[in-house]
């Protein structure tokens, strides 16, 4: 089964309120990826944390993995109705060959 | 510059029909696998390739076969359709660079309803 997840499965927030979304992992990850799929679409990788209590920000978006690799969050600044979609976390492991996708996040943002 | 080509975009099969989905990619990525989409599971692997003439079961391989003879092609075949197969499968490539991301490029997916 899934070794990453996500929590919460669905998010309704008003157009401009922030937005966070987790990743848990039962065991030590060696690294973490976040994609966002939009509806009808396919997944698009946004960006790769590689270091314990690495924090990466793109704009409104703020990334981080956790001090003991087994969590990480994203966090959206004042959403935009464009930032409606499903935000999957994932891990590159056995040497990046193989991407375990966790089980996602859907963001609904209410103009 | 194509990146992941996926063909059909959608189909419809009979139980116990077989097909093959293409994949293709052209950015001479080592890394190729196939997932499969449901309702609130999330991505999961099926098979993945690390390179020509190599493949490897992904989480829930059970119905599918794949084969690898170019590093720029990646069938995957059902080998009897049942409706516990319908879902949306994506392929994706990817390669791996030290230090750099190693992102997986996806095609825009197949949905696949067995009926």
């Known amino acids: 089964g899934q070794q990453v997840m996500q929590i919460p499965q669905y998010q309704h927030v008003q157009e401009g309120e922030d937005f966070t979304t987790y990743c848990n992992s039962s065991?030590?990850?060696?690294?973490i990826q976040w994609y966002k799929q939009r509806p009808g679409g396919h997944p698009v990788f946004l960006i790769q944390?590689?270091?314990?209590?690495e924090v990466k920000k793109q704009k409104r978006l703020t990334f981080q993995f956790g001090e003991a690799k087994k969590n990480s969050s994203l966090h959206i600044t004042a959403t935009q109705t464009t930032d409606v979609g499903t935000y999957f976390c994932?891990?590159?492991?056995?040497?990046?060959?193989?991407?375990?996708f966790g089980t996602g996040t859907k963001l609904q943002v209410i103009p | 510059n194509a990146g992941v080509t996926q063909t059909p975009k959608f189909q419809v099969l009979k139980t116990g029909q077989s097909m093959t989905l293409q994949c293709a990619q052209d950015?001479?990525?080592?890394?190729m696998s196939w997932y499969r989409q449901d309702p609130g599971m999330g991505l999961r692997l099926i098979h993945y390739?690390?390179?020509?003439?190599?493949?490897d079961q992904g989480e829930v391989p059970n119905g599918y076969n794949v084969s690898r003879s170019t590093t720029e092609d990646f069938p995957l075949r059902l080998l009897s359709a049942a409706p516990s197969q319908t879902s949306v499968y994506f392929c994706?490539?990817?390669?791996?660079?030290?230090?750099?991301?190693?992102?997986?490029?996806f095609g825009q997916g197949t949905r696949l309803t067995v009926v």
């Open positions: 390739s690390v390179g020509a003439g190599i493949t």
């Open positions: 950015m001479n990525h080592e890394y």
């Open positions: 994706a490539s990817s390669f791996y660079l030290v230090g750099g991301n190693t992102e997986a490029f």
């Open positions: 994932a891990e590159a492991g056995g040497g990046y060959q193989k991407v375990t």
């Open positions: 065991t030590t990850l060696s690294n």
């Open positions: 944390l590689v270091k314990s209590g």
